[in-house]
């Protein structure tokens, strides 16, 4: 084979460059609700998780920000029929340690109550639909044959790290593609 004068480290950053390219890495986290803590709205303001969910274009990759006392609450995500019924009973996922992510890992509706008997029949829920990949928003009676996802299928939770101090949702941007574009370049071609 020809020495092109190509290491293979450069081949090996050529080809991360090129898939990166590929890569869309931008995915956002919402505070829930926009608030200090989820919890059971005022009186004043019952609908608030409702009204906040449907200002939001939630996709794949982004993820909520559940953020409350874990001696006083926590969270668990329910079926729709669980949802509207309030039954508190077999959730798909239960979360309880006060600072609790949940990431979106597929598109559809997704269903969140808190854990706590009787916080759900104070308005303490959340529902969400999460846009499909090309934006669109997902609908069951729309979706290919096989495509279906049942009630209990799974997403995956990460708690980690402090409560972070701003009340508004943040853009979790990792590093720039533009930025990975030229280091990549640099890298490859010298």
């Given at each position: 084979m020809a020495d092109l004068g190509i290491t293979k480290f450069q081949l090996f950053c050529?080809?991360?460059?090129?898939m990166l390219l590929q890569t869309n890495v931008i995915g956002?986290?919402?505070?829930?609700?926009?608030?200090d803590a989820w919890?059971?709205?005022t009186s004043t303001n019952k609908q608030v998780y409702t009204n906040w969910s449907k200002k939001q274009s939630f996709q794949l990759g982004d993820s909520l920000l559940f953020l409350y006392p874990p001696s006083q609450d926590s969270i668990i995500q329910v079926t729709e029929e669980a949802f509207k019924t309030c039954n508190l009973?077999?959730?798909i996922l239960y979360m309880d340690n006060g600072n609790s992510l949940f990431n979106i890992t597929t598109p559809?509706?997704?269903?969140?109550?808190?854990?706590?008997?009787?916080?759900?029949?104070k308005s303490q829920k959340l529902e969400i639909s999460v846009l499909t990949g090309n934006g669109s928003a997902?609908?069951?009676s729309n979706a290919p044959p096989g495509e279906l996802l049942p009630d209990t299928a799974p997403s995956y939770s990460n708690a980690f790290g402090s409560i972070p101090s701003t009340s508004w949702s943040s853009s979790l941007q990792v590093?720039?593609?533009t930025i990975l574009a030229v280091i990549g370049l640099v890298t490859f071609w010298t």
């Open positions: 050529g080809i991360q460059f090129l956002f986290q919402y505070k829930v609700g926009n608030l919890g059971i709205p009973k077999d959730p559809g509706k997704y269903y969140f109550t808190s854990g706590i008997p009787g916080h759900c029949e997902f609908s069951p590093f720039p593609t």
